[in-house]
Antibody, heavy 124, light 108 residues
Framework: QVQLVSSGSEVKKPGASMKVSCKAS????????LHWVRQAPGHGLEWLGT????????TYAQTFQGRLTMTTDTSTSTVNMELSGLKFEDTAVYYC??????????????????WGQGTLVTVS | SSELTQDPAVSVALGQTVRITCQGD??????ASWYQQKPGQAPTLVVY???KRPSGIPDRISGSSSGNTASLTIAGAQAEDEADYYCNSRDSSGNQYVFGTGTKVTVL
């Protein structure tokens, strides 16, 4: 079955960088884009961006342009998400999630069918 | 606009029906998906493509859409349906994904 397992919790200082990894298994890694979503304590879900494991192209949320980097390692079926210039408000659980598509009338629509367990990053 | 707006909280009596709505400009072009999140857990997909249920999701949960509004209906709510629910779609440009503000569903 599809599994996404992310790295362990981290504590970081303001201004530092964080790197969270997500290892995929149970499916053809390069066939599905992976996205990152975060959730600050007591808050809702926030989309960060996406990476295509086949080629490494990325799209980032405008809010994070310039301090977010997503990479892939096809040899280990792992995606990495690095956020620099950490602020207190970056404290959150960071989830990786796989996207699938449903196409209708020439337009494709996307949804997140599998999620990792989440990684808590605390900026303190 | 890059926002998807949901009511913050709704309550429903056990066995009754509740509908959650999600409004946003992109919904006129892109389909919505819905996610259920229980405390301390990752979200799980409950509806995709506006109205399709993944396997394993009970048929008391259904989705629909009209214009710029997507809806999630729980008919005959059960205690295990108590959770936060988030919609998701792309913004009107199609380049960015956005989650709704979330709705907390309480089953009384």
């Amino acid at each position: 079955q599809v599994q996404l397992v992310s790295s362990g919790s981290e504590v970081k200082k303001p201004g530092a960088s964080m790197k969270v990894s997500c290892k995929a298994s149970g499916y053809n890694f390069i066939s599905y884009h992976l996205h990152w979503v975060r959730q600050a304590p007591g808050h809702g879900l926030e989309w960060l961006g996406t990476v295509n494991p086949h080629g490494g192209s990325t799209t980032y949320a405008q809010t994070f342009q310039g301090r977010l980097t997503m990479t892939t390692d096809t040899s280990t079926s792992t995606v990495n998400m690095e956020l620099s210039g950490l602020k207190f408000e970056d404290t959150a659980v960071y989830y990786c999630t796989r996207v699938r598509s449903y196409c209708s009338n020439g337009v494709c629509h996307y949804y997140f069918d599998s999620w990792g367990q989440g990684t808590l990053v605390t900026v303190s | 606009s890059s926002e998807l707006t949901q009511d913050p909280a709704v309550s429903v009596a056990l066995g009754q029906t509740v509908r959650i709505t999600c409004q946003g400009d992109g919904l006129g072009r892109f389909y919505a998906s819905w996610y259920q999140q229980k405390p301390g857990q990752a979200p799980t997909l409950v509806v995709y493509g506006n109205d399709k249920r993944p396997s394993g999701i009970p048929d008391r949960i259904s989705g629909s859409s009209s214009g710029n509004t997507a809806s999630l209906t729980i008919a005959g709510a059960q205690a295990e349906d108590e959770a936060d629910y988030y919609c998701n779609s792309r913004d009107s440009s199609g380049n960015q994904y956005v989650f709704g503000t979330g709705t907390k569903v309480t089953v009384l």
